[in-house]
Nanobody, 119 residues
Framework: QVQVVESGGGLVQAGGSLRLSCAAS????????MDWYRQAPGKQRELVAS??????TDYADSVKGRFTISRDGAKKVYLQMNSLKPEDTGVYYC??????????????WGQGTQVTVAS
């Protein structure tokens, strides 16, 4: 079983910055992607930023140039969020995908961390 824990959310004024952290632990044989999603009130969960094991990254158009995803080894991922806007408000979730063994995959979610951007 793989556990994923996020931290670093909070309340910030528009234009401010926050850094989210995510750590995965448990039965991890290999890690592939670690991604950040967010869900605003009344909206579907959306992919914000992704990071593959090979080092490539991708971002939603709405956050390009403002957010940066980075990895620290295989089991930690960060999301640096700058120039925050009220529309960035939501619960941010970390998703980790990989293998628990040669024959078993995992796709695990954290519990989420609230980010609120005040105008």
């Amino acid at each position: 079983q793989v556990q994923v824990v996020e931290s670093g959310g909070g309340l910030v004024q528009a234009g401010g910055s926050l850094r989210l952290s995510c750590a995965a632990s448990g039965s991890i044989f290999s890690m592939n992607a670690m991604d950040w999603y967010r869900q605003a009130p009344g909206k579907q969960r959306e992919l914000v930023a992704s990071s593959t094991g090979g080092g490539s990254t991708d971002y939603a158009d709405s956050v390009k140039g403002r957010f940066t995803i980075s990895r620290d080894g295989a089991k930690k991922v960060y999301l640096q969020m700058n120039s925050l806007k009220p529309e960035d408000t939501g619960v941010y979730y970390c998703n980790a995908q990989g293998r628990s063994s040669l024959s078993r995959r995992f796709d695990s979610w954290g519990q989420g961390t609230q980010v609120t951007v005040a105008s």
